[in-house]
């Protein structure tokens, strides 16, 4: 698509406020759509991109025995920036969970789990911004992630991420991820 065609606004694959991963304004509920087959993606045929461009995840080719492409977060926020992942495997695995933050790492924690390879291509990706609602999004996300597996997601202390980004991120802790509860059952 030719940036003429473009329609106006934010990219399909990127929320309106700058946030990161799956979230609620970025993207309907539900698994990400099938890539186009015909190969107008760059290729991309049989690969679903959760986050970020195929163009970039995708070119060079992935390694054949590779189940996921996934661009390592190196600012604050737990879910990666940019991730692919081969329509099968996610199939097999299952698609990122309905949550306010740390969906994406959460997939990649359980790619790895069962056994399938996940690539990591370390590109230079522009920095996400650090909004109030993406900071309080990502303390929900982080502390979910570490009631799930604290070894591999530990929670930042506040030389890790600021003094102004750190309350923030623990005001949204007390909001965490969670399974809702159903009226009457308490």
């Known amino acids: 698509m030719s940036e003429a065609e473009r329609p ?16 609620e304004a970025g993207r309907p509920p539900g698994p990400a759509p099938d890539p186009p087959a015909d190969g107008a993606d760059g290729g991309a045929s049989g690969w679903r991109v959760l986050a970020g461009t195929a163009d970039r995840l995708l070119d060079p080719a992935p390694d054949p025995g590779a189940a996921a492409v996934v661009v390592p977060a190196r600012d604050l926020f737990a879910d990666p920036p940019a991730l692919a992942v081969r329509a099968e495997v996610l199939a ?35 920095p996400r911004p650090r909004t109030p609602r993406a900071l309080l999004r990502e303390g929900s996300g982080r502390f979910w992630l570490w009631r799930r597996r604290p070894a591999a997601h530990p929670l930042p202390a506040p030389r890790d991420v600021g003094w102004w980004p750190y309350p923030l991120l623990a005001l949204g802790a007390l909001h965490a991820n969670g399974e809702p509860t159903h009226p009457g059952r308490r």
């Open 8 to 23: 106006a606004g934010p990219a399909p694959d990127r929320p309106a406020d700058g946030a990161h991963g799956v979230s």
């Open 92 to 126: 097999d695995v299952g698609p990122p969970l309905a949550v306010r933050a740390g969906a994406l790492a959460d997939l990649v924690d359980r790619l790895e789990q069962a056994g399938h390879g996940v690539e990591r291509r370390p590109l230079a990706l522009p």
